[in-house]
């Protein structure tokens, strides 16, 4: 049980087009979903909080309309990258929280932005 | 802000070696979570701890949460080349609308040599 599922895994484009990465739950609801982003070799950094039917929750930093958030469902939420550039090149992944406190995490999605 | 410490950020070990990871947190925790990355890969959850002291094994892995609920430990026996990947630790954020919001350690990146 708790399968996360993201898509796509790899996504490579041109500066200045926008990229949306999905996440979903597959057998259970998620009322919350987060979004880390990931340097090599270094830790998770969160980047916003996802509640399903209400705005998201974003970290200190982080650009609300750089990073647009969407949970439309208790099984979907989505992470655009608006205008992406170089410097937005980066391992983005979701993680859904279940009933108790662990979080179940999608397998991540790799953008290159050329 | 909560903070939580892992040491150490490296570790190589020859196979059959033991390996510990240490975790300390400024803040008391209610729980605190153990994850694995392998490389290339996304955070796969481990364990939960939620009692003071508590000792959870899992085969060649032992885990431990201190007795003031601030520090854990990860200790593997005898270690294989499958455990290579990186170990994190990561506590809730406290507060009533964190939404279970987790902190997560620096992780420590274990390098197992054959």
């Known amino acids: 049980g708790a399968v996360v599922s993201q898509h796509p895994s790899r996504v490579i484009c041109k500066s200045g087009t926008s990229v949306k990465i999905e996440c979903r739950s597959l057998d259970f609801q998620a009322t919350t979903m987060f979004w880390y982003r990931q340097f090599p070799k270094q830790s998770l950094m969160l980047m916003a909080t996802?509640?399903?039917?209400?705005?998201?929750?974003?970290e200190q930093g982080v650009e609300k309309d750089k990073f647009l958030i969407n949970h439309a469902s208790l099984t979907l939420s989505t992470l655009t990258v608006t205008s992406a550039h170089p410097e937005d090149s980066s391992f983005y992944i979701c993680?859904?929280?279940?009933?108790?406190?662990?979080?179940?995490f999608g397998a991540g999605t790799r953008l290159s932005v050329l | 802000g909560q903070q939580v410490m892992q040491i150490p950020q490296y570790q190589h070990v020859q196979e059959g070696e033991d390996f510990t990871t240490y975790c300390n947190s400024s803040t008391t925790l209610s729980n605190i979570q153990w994850y694995k990355q392998r490389p290339g890969g996304h955070p796969v959850f481990l364990i939960q701890?939620?009692?003071?002291?508590e000792v959870k094994k899992q085969k060649r892995l032992t885990f431990q949460f201190g007795e003031a609920k601030k520090n854990s430990s990860l200790h593997i026996t005898a270690t294989q080349t499958t455990d290579v990947g990186t170990y994190f630790c990561a506590g809730p954020n406290a507060g009533g609308t964190s939404y279970g919001k987790l902190t997560f350690g620096q992780g420590t990146i274990l390098t197992v040599h054959p």
């Open positions: 993680s859904a929280r279940s009933l108790g406190q662990a979080q179940y």
């Open positions: 996802s509640n399903e039917g209400s705005k998201a929750t974003y």
């Open positions: 701890l939620v009692k003071s002291g």
